[in-house]
Structure formats: C-alpha cells, structure tokens
C-alpha cells in the first residue's frame, strides 16, 4: 500500500479524488489536508470533514493555509465549483468531527518524519502547505517517497492553461509556492493539464457510474452537475476533464503515464505568471534559471481508456 497525504481544496474534482484514494486497495489514505483554493480555507475543511463523516473515513482531516505565501489571493473559482465548494449540494453548517489541531505544515512535517520514506504527498490544490512545510524544515526533502502534483501545463511551447493563456489553476493560485515546491529536491511528478485534458467524464460515463456505483456513485453523479454546467457553457465540452483524479490514478499505477524528465521553473509574476517551463535541452546559458534545479518528471502522455476503467472499477468496488 503507498500511504498518501492528500492535499487538496475541495473542490469537486478533488472529492472525486478524495473518493478514488479512499475506494483503492493500494492506498492508504492517511489524511486530508485543506488548502484554499476551490473554495475559502473554511468552505475547503468543511467539505472535507462531511466527506469524512459521509463516508467514515479513518483519514484525518488537518486545516492548511488561507491564502498564498506572497502574491495577493486570487479567490474561489465560485463559477467552476460553486459558492460552497461541491456544486449543487450543500453541506450541513455544523459537521461532527473535527479537525486536527495543528496547521497542515506542521502536521505534514511531523507525518513525514514518523515514516521515513515512506509517505507519498499527493497535492491537488494549490501548493502553498508544502512550500510553508519546506521553508519551517527543510529536511523532509529526504524523507518523503515521492511528491505527486496535478498543476501546471507544459504543451509543446510551454503555451497552454485554464485561467489565462498560460497558466493552469493550482500553480496561479500560489506561483511562489509552486517554484519552491517543484525546484526542491525531493522527486516530484506533475501531473499536468498536458494529460489530465487527455481524459473526460463524459455525461454517459457518469450516469453509468451512478447506474452502477450505488449511493458513492449517487454522489459524484450530484457534485458533478454543477461541474458538467461550467464545462458545458464555458468550454462547449459535454464532459469534464479529469484533473485531480488523474493524480491519483498515477499513485496507483504510474504505467498508465508517459513522462519527461528535467528541471523546472514557475513564473512568479508578470503576464505569464504561474507558467510551468520545463527545461529541456543540456546546455548551458549564461543565465540559467534552471541550472543546479532538480530534474522532475512531467506527464506528457496518459492511456486515458485504462484510466477511466481503473476509476469506475474503484468506485463501483468502493
Ligand atoms: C485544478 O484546479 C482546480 O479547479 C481543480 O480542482 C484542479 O485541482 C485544475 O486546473
Ligand atoms: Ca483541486
């Protein structure tokens, strides 16, 4: 079993996610941490922790950071994922059970270093936790298994986002984070907008899952409304794509993907700020921002077919 930490601003993908990790026999799902994002910090921890109690998760649930570490916060992506979070479906105001006492920062530190090597992050939202975590102790860098992140979109030219022409969401949200995150040298997968648009729940393929998957997949069925209603009217798509799933379905098995390898960067400001660019080639410039950087690997490729099945089957055996 790959023990994970699951950071995430749920968010319905996210939940889509959350269900995946939790309904996996090779995972165990061994906390939630929230992160601003989808939804405000509040929203983000509530979803997770009615999701906990909705499904009797063992995970614990731990509040993570409100707002990026430098750049002034963006906001909710309320038009993609609804005032609360998860669409249509309103979560009641008051959850039993409750959240963790520490910040998600600390609690990811004091995880990691408990199971030397053996904790895998899994990081679905934007990225500020894991930056705050490197920059209180660095020395987790040689601790954690593997880092796994859905952000980020690289396309042949680096040209290609979903919240302006070159940026993907996560990594918008908190560049600054998302640079120190991915420059660390620690081993990082990005799971990118490269192929997480590579694979779609189509309006059929969730309607067969709430056909088949009992009240879990009643539930993804209810979340993805909403999200179907963005895809529809803004990106003329009768599908969603398979973001933070995608994440996931990498942890579980990493053979459905195609990745490359070398260093990257995160632009932090200016007109293509939070753009992913990974070096490719090995000379060497006079000015090298990507020089002495870890080399990281980025998907590039996804057998979206094994993927979908892969989902539906976890979900279905949930
Ligand atoms: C990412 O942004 C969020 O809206 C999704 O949950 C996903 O993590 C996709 O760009
Ligand atoms: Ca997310």
Redesign the pocket.
């Known amino acids: 079993k790959t023990k994970i930490i699951l950071d995430t601003?749920p968010?319905i993908?996210?939940v889509f996610a959350i269900l995946f990790a939790q309904a996996h026999p090779d995972i165990e799902l061994k906390a939630i941490t929230t992160v601003y994002?989808?939804a405000t910090i509040e929203n983000a921890t509530r979803n997770a922790l009615y999701i906990k109690q909705k499904y009797q998760l063992q995970a614990d649930v731990v509040t993570g950071a409100s707002q990026p570490i430098i750049r002034p916060p963006v906001g909710p992506?309320v038009v993609?994922?609804g005032e609360g979070g998860l669409g249509d479906v309103k979560v009641p105001e008051n959850i039993e059970g409750q959240a963790d006492p520490r910040p998600a920062y600390q609690y990811i530190i004091d995880t990691i270093k408990a199971e030397p090597g053996e904790i895998t992050l899994v990081a679905?939202?934007p990225l500020t936790n894991l930056a705050l975590a490197l920059q209180a102790d660095p020395s987790i860098v040689d601790l954690v298994k593997e880092v796994v992140i859905?952000g980020g979109a690289f396309g042949e030219n680096n040209h290609h986002g979903?919240v302006t022409p070159f940026a993907?969401?996560?990594i918008h949200d908190d560049p600054h984070a998302a640079d120190i995150v991915i420059t660390a040298s620690w081993p990082v997968v990005v799971i990118g907008?490269d192929v997480t648009e590579q694979s779609f729940f189509t309006r059929e393929y969730l309607d067969q899952l709430r056909d088949d998957a009992g009240e879990v997949g009643q539930f993804i069925w209810d979340i993805s409304r909403f999200y179907l209603r963005f895809y529809s009217e803004k990106v003329g798509l009768e599908a969603c794509h398979v973001?933070?799933p995608s994440a996931i379905a990498y942890v579980i098995n990493p053979e459905l993907f195609t990745l490359r390898e070398g260093p990257i960067r995160v632009v932090t400001d200016g007109v293509a700020e939070g753009m992913t660019i990974q070096k490719l080639d090995s000379r060497v410039y006079p000015h090298d921002e990507w020089m002495d950087k870890a080399p990281q690997k980025v998907g590039v490729a996804v057998n979206n077919i094994a993927l979908l099945e892969l989902y539906r089957r976890s979900i279905i055996d949930y």
Request: aromatic share 0%; no cysteine; hydrophobic share 25%.
């Open positions: 601003d968010g993908d996210d994002g989808n992506t993609v994922h679905i939202g859905m979903n993907e969401a996560n907008l973001h933070d």
